[in-house]
T-cell receptor, first 111, second 113 residues
Framework: NAGVTQTPKFQVLKTGQSMTLQCAQD?????MSWYRQDPGMGLRLIHY???????DQGEVPNGYNVSRSTTEDFPLRLLSAAPSQTSVYFC??????????FGNGTRLTVT | AQSVTQPDIHITVSEGASLELRCNYS??????LFWYVQSPGQGLQLLLK??????LVQGIKGFEAEFKRSQSSFNLRKPSVHWSDAAEYFC???????????FGAGTTVTVRA
């Protein structure tokens, strides 16, 4: 099993550009989520999904969109990147009643 | 609202010495508590979790944590640290079957020879 796979590992964007961060899991987990990690702030929840076709907002959803068309994939879209979105992004998944499994992260810089 | 406080931003410990990382949480119901570890450039790895039962929980890599409801704490301990324990440690709280975890800001552990 590959676990939770995130691509790309690194990305540099200019302000106003759009992009999609990819996340895939091969564990058939119902739950998937996106967090951002900023120094001194821990991880903050952006969006999450409890199953295919179902998504909801977390603590810091503004500027991000998600969709969940399959159990395996949960992409995160930045529609118009801003410098405040410079961060490390983590995707996670979990089965019912279990702990989150995290990917290795995507480091995004917006200039 | 749920929240987690890790009072220590940075801890330096000598190799072979004991380590204790503090975690205080705020949660309205029975909490589901976690400790994760993050090595540089890596994702988060689960060290241990607590939901119910014995309040002293054993995890991987020789770590343990004790849940104290009266103090709203879930401190992480290791009797003898190794150089490979240098990393950032995160405490998190949530509810069983509600995966919206709240994370603390993290504690960075430096191990000196």
């Amino acid at each position: 099993n590959a676990g939770v796979t995130q691509t790309p590992k690194f990305q540099v964007l200019k302000t106003g550009q759009s992009m999609t961060l990819q996340c895939a899991q091969d564990m058939n987990h119902e739950y998937m989520s996106w967090y951002r990690q900023d120094p001194g702030m821990g991880l903050r929840l952006i969006h999450y999904s409890v199953g295919a076709g179902i998504t909801d907002q977390g603590e810091v959803p503004n500027g991000y969109n998600v969709s969940r068309s399959t159990t395996e994939d949960f992409p995160l879209r930045l529609l118009s990147a801003a410098p405040s979105q410079t961060s490390v992004y983590f995707c996670a998944s979990a089965e019912r009643g279990a702990a989150l499994h995290f990917g290795n992260g995507t480091r995004l810089t917006v200039t | 609202a749920q929240s987690v406080t890790q009072p220590d931003i940075h801890i330096t410990v000598s190799e072979g010495a004991s380590l204790e990382l503090r975690c205080n949480y705020s949660y309205g119901a029975t909490p589901y508590l976690f400790w994760y570890v993050q090595s540089p450039g890596q994702g988060l790895q689960l060290l241990l979790k607590y939901f119910s039962g014995d309040t002293l929980v054993q995890g991987i890599k020789g770590f343990e944590a004790e849940f104290k409801r009266s103090q709203s704490s879930f401190n992480l301990r290791k009797p003898s640290v190794h150089w490979s324990d240098a990393a950032e440690y995160f405490c998190a709280v949530g509810a069983i079957d509600d995966y919206k975890l709240s994370f603390g800001a993290g504690t960075t552990v430096t191990v000196r020879a």
